[in-house]
T-cell receptor, first 113, second 113 residues
């Protein structure tokens, strides 16, 4: 049973436009969410996180939105750059465990020049 | 600043051979340590986590084991590798306590033939 779902395996965006990466979760105990970016043959790099007490967190070009009632979060990248091309993983932590990150399967973002 | 090292970067091993992957963290004390695996076409799966020396929790039953002989050293082992053990192995660390971001190492690509 997949508790964190990224239903789009890939996304292609034009440089300068907005990239929107989506993530859904099923476990209502999740209350801390993270986005990671991963290049091939490298470890994931932390991008941005959000606690369940917030509905938005912004860091430069990256903004994460959380809709708890819909159990949905999204990552917005504006403006998108070719260097943003990578696999993006959504991950979640539950209040009962501050150790176990549950990851989605990832979305491959391609930003075309 | 904190850094995390993994070695080797790439490993090709025959089925039935032993395995030892090492992870070390610098610049922090008493971190939580984690082993993940990313199999082809899949997300990141937590294998083991450790909150202290000699304390190992296993998330997935398998022929792998983990050990933490020192505060900032985490080792992933197997006595006999299976074909299904092929994948990308990632070590991660986080600060103890609370909801803390996990930071990943560069990973080890393991191919079992």
């Amino acid at each position: 049973d997949q508790q964190v779902k990224q239903n789009s395996p890939s996304l292609s965006v034009q440089e300068g436009r907005i990239s929107i990466l989506n993530c859904d979760y099923t476990n209502s105990m999740f209350d801390y969410f993270l986005w990671y970016k991963k290049y091939p043959a490298e470890g994931p790099t932390f991008l941005i996180s959000i606690s369940s007490i917030k509905d938005k967190n912004e860091d430069g070009r990256f903004t994460v939105f959380l809709n708890k009632s819909a159990k949905h979060l999204s990552l917005h990248i504006v403006p998108s750059q070719p260097g943003d091309s990578a696999v993006y993983f959504c991950a979640a932590l539950s209040g009962g465990s501050n150790y176990k990150l549950t990851f989605g399967k990832g979305t491959l973002l391609t930003v075309n020049p | 600043s904190q850094t995390i090292h993994q070695w080797p970067a790439t490993l090709v091993q025959p089925v039935g051979s032993p395995l030892s992957l090492e992870c070390t963290v610098e610049g922090t004390s008493n971190p939580n340590l984690y082993w993940y695996r990313q199999a082809a076409g899949r997300g990141l799966q937590l294998l083991f986590y450790s909150v202290g020396i000699g304390q190992i929790s296993s998330e997935v039953p398998q022929n792998l084991s983990a050990s933490r002989p020192q505060d900032r050293q985490f080792i992933l082992s197997s006595k006999k590798l299976l074909l299904s053990d092929s994948g990308f192995y990632l070590c991660a660390w986080s600060v103890q306590g609370g909801f803390e971001t996990q930071y990943f190492g560069p990973g080890t690509r393991l191919l079992v033939l």
